[in-house]
């Protein structure tokens, strides 16, 4: 009786999924951080 326990939502395809959301989340957030050292360097000048 070796059942595998999964959560529900937690397929192969759920994961992709998950890994493709926290990828664009980390891009997202560094253009962010991007954009606000560009205007922070432009307002020094």
Do not use: C, W
Request: aromatic share 4%; glycine share 8%; proline share 2%.
């Amino acid at each position: 009786m070796t059942e595998e326990r999964r959560r529900p939502g937690d397929s192969d395809l759920h994961r992709q999924k998950r890994g493709k959301n926290l990828a664009l989340l980390g891009a997202l957030l560094a253009f962010i951080v991007l954009v606000y050292i560009v205007a922070i360097v432009r307002m020094g000048s």
